[in-house]
């Protein structure tokens, strides 16, 4: 079965820092996906950010980066000039590729910005 | 605003009681996808419906049961509520083809 796991329950950075979030996976197929999703106090999931098992290219999206490693099923991320607005629950997903559509979830990181 | 919509944001019933949660995704969106989300066991996936069609189950209870209607909307029926399924309930939809998952507001029920 796969799993996803973050070993970080809680991170804090100062504004304007730059902080990386940590996420190991679990999985027997090479066709798969992942994904941050950041859950603010509003409780809304929100996508953050994706990335393709095929792709050798980390993938960005403005101050957001991740940097996969796939022979070490690693996907942590990368947050550049932190912003009190990025204060949640950062947490990592995992898709297979094919077949059952299903998101499995880590267990969240709690992001504090302090400014 | 993820154009998912779940209705009521609030629910708050008793053990035994009968509720049901509705969503609508976002308007093309052929997949929609049930999640729980509560403190113990975190997000985990109930139950995902494609064009009407059950597609497939997780950890879903017995007790709980959904459909997809023909305009795509869905709703989850919880029955004989315990405590233990006071929880956020997320609705997410995709496109036929597409990876992304996007998540309404959630519910949030409460079993007293």
């Known amino acids: 079965a796969q799993t996803v796991t973050q070993s970080q329950p809680e991170m804090s950075v100062q504004e304007a820092e730059t902080v990386t979030l940590s996420c190991t996976y679990d999985?027997?197929?090479?066709?798969?996906?992942l994904f941050w999703y950041k859950q603010p106090p509003s409780r809304q999931m929100i996508l953050v950010i994706r990335?393709?098992?095929?792709?050798?290219q980390n993938a960005t999206e403005n101050r957001f980066s991740v940097n996969f490693q796939k022979a070490a099923k690693s996907f942590s991320l990368k947050i550049s000039d932190s912003q009190l607005g990025d204060a949640a629950m950062y947490f990592c997903?995992?898709?297979?590729?094919?077949?059952?559509?299903?998101?499995?979830f880590g267990q969240g990181t709690r992001l504090t910005i302090n400014p | 605003d993820s154009g998912v919509t779940q209705t009521p944001k609030h629910l708050i019933t008793a053990t035994g009681q009968r509720v049901t949660l509705r969503c609508s995704p976002r308007?093309?969106?052929?997949?929609v996808y049930w999640y729980q989300q509560s403190l113990d066991q975190g997000l985990q996936f109930l139950i995902h419906?494609?064009?009407?069609?059950?597609?497939a189950k997780g950890n879903i209870l017995e007790r709980f049961s959904a459909q997809q209607f023909p305009d795509l909307h869905s709703e989850l029926n919880l029955s004989s509520l315990e405590l233990g399924d006071s929880a956020l309930y997320f609705c997410?939809?995709?496109?036929?083809?597409?990876?992304?998952?996007?998540f309404g507001p959630g519910t949030r029920l409460t079993v007293t």
């Open positions: 997410a939809s995709s496109a036929g083809i597409s990876y992304e998952q996007y």
């Open positions: 999985t027997s197929e090479s066709d798969y996906y």
């Open positions: 990335q393709e098992a095929y792709k050798q």
């Open positions: 997903a995992y898709k297979v590729g094919q077949g059952a559509q299903k998101l499995v």
């Open positions: 308007s093309g969106d052929l997949s």
């Open positions: 419906y494609y064009n009407g069609e059950e597609r």
